[in-house]
């Protein structure tokens, strides 16, 4: 079974690990080495300023990066953020609605992989960018 295989079978059964289902983040669409993630940002993930906080866009782009390496590899293998830089590129909100965390993957070896990823509303305005580096390790 390859990592694209485990993602199909998850999208199949719609499984959900318990942070996704928490922040209502789905996974919408797994290839090779490209994965696409939905949620629809509310009140639940505001900050004090009143806006959908960082941390929202950055588990859905954290997400899009690690499961683009996974779906890649040729085994299900952990996929271990080692480095994440992102950047915000526009403030979203409750009235945002349903927003898509594209991941694609840079380049992947047999330890290291880097992958990308944008993250779009409805009308495809970027709302904000990531890459990552990613530790490939065998499962125990």
Not at 28 to 49: C, H, I, K
Not at 58 to 71: K, P
Not at 99 to 107: D, H, K, P
Request: hydrophobic residues 45%; contains cysteine.
């Amino acid at each position: 079974m390859t990592g694209l295989d485990e993602l199909r079978a998850m999208i199949a059964i719609g499984k959900r690990p318990p942070m996704m289902e928490l922040l209502g983040i789905s996974l919408l669409e797994a290839e090779a080495g490209r994965v696409v993630f939905g949620a629809t940002p509310d009140r639940s993930v505001y900050n004090p300023q009143g806006i959908v906080h960082g941390g929202f866009a950055a588990t859905l782009l954290d997400s899009a990066c690690g499961i683009a390496a996974f779906s890649a590899t040729r085994k299900p293998q952990d996929c271990i953020t080692l480095e994440l830089k992102i950047a915000y590129h526009r403030a979203m909100n409750e009235n945002t609605g349903p927003v898509r965390a594209i991941g694609t993957v840079v380049s992947i070896g047999k330890r290291v992989a880097h992958t990308e990823a944008r993250l779009v509303d409805a009308q495809d305005r970027l709302c904000a960018t990531a890459t990552s580096t990613l530790l490939l390790s065998d499962r125990a």
